[in-house]
């Protein structure tokens, strides 16, 4: 029975040690609007994607709690404030005040691209590796040896500005990222790239901010 006691006094004691560790750190957590916005060309589909993955994300690398895409919506339906290629600083101090914001992040995507190129070395090793096959095989392997030389990478440039609730901006960076996987003719992608842009201008933010 004694013993019983002890054990439920620790848990007490214990639960009362993370409560008091853990309701301070959500008491100060703060609360920011994220905006995906493109500046070139890119699928509505894709875009849609990266929204949703800035908003995950910024909630789990910066610690912040994120306004729903549904708060997002209303707050700029409400105010008559879209984030276009510019936003006026009153437009931006009534959405932060609509969404009870501490911060703005506007991710505004500046380039999307991929381009093909060819590495002759690479494809030079495959034939001279397929020589020692006789002539059939090597009529059949010369075009393999033109697509192995072939490289594909998809590149994204984000711009990012953050906003105080008083429409100021805090700060701006800019992220370049690179997607060419192995099989990079078949395998890149622009998202991909656009993702690891995303993650490396957040933890920017969460150092800076």
């Known amino acids: 029975m004694l013993s019983r006691t002890r054990a439920t006094l620790c848990g007490v ?21 994220v905006f995906v916005q493109a500046a070139v060309p890119v699928p509505a589909a894709q875009l849609d ?34 984030i276009g290629n510019s936003v006026p600083l009153a437009g931006m101090r009534k959405l932060a005040q609509t969404l009870d914001a501490n911060h703005l992040i506007v991710f505004r995507i500046v380039r999307w691209e991929s381009t093909i190129s060819f590495r002759p070395e690479r494809s030079l090793l495959f034939l001279g590796a397929s020589s020692i ?40 960076t800019s992220v370049t990222k690179e997607d060419k996987p192995l ?27």
Request: aromatic content about 8%; some cysteine; charged content about 10%.
């Open 133 to 172: 096959f006789d002539n059939s095989v090597k009529l059949l392997t010369s075009p393999l040896g033109l697509l192995v030389g072939l490289d594909k990478a998809a590149t994204v440039t984000v711009f990012v500005t953050v906003f105080d609730p008083s429409g100021n901006i805090e700060f701006t």
């Open 49 to 82: 994607i990266l929204r949703s993955y800035a908003n995950q994300h910024c909630a789990i690398i910066t610690g912040s709690g994120v306004a729903s895409t549904g708060e997002l919506m209303y707050a700029q339906r409400l105010t008559n404030t879209y």
């Open 13 to 33: 004691v214990i639960l009362l040690v993370v409560l008091t560790a853990v309701v301070p750190v959500f008491a100060q957590r703060q609360k920011v609007g």
């Open 183 to 209: 099989f990079s003719l078949l395998t890149a992608d622009p998202t991909e790239a656009a993702k690891q842009a995303i993650d490396a201008a957040l933890y920017q933010l969460a150092v800076s901010l």
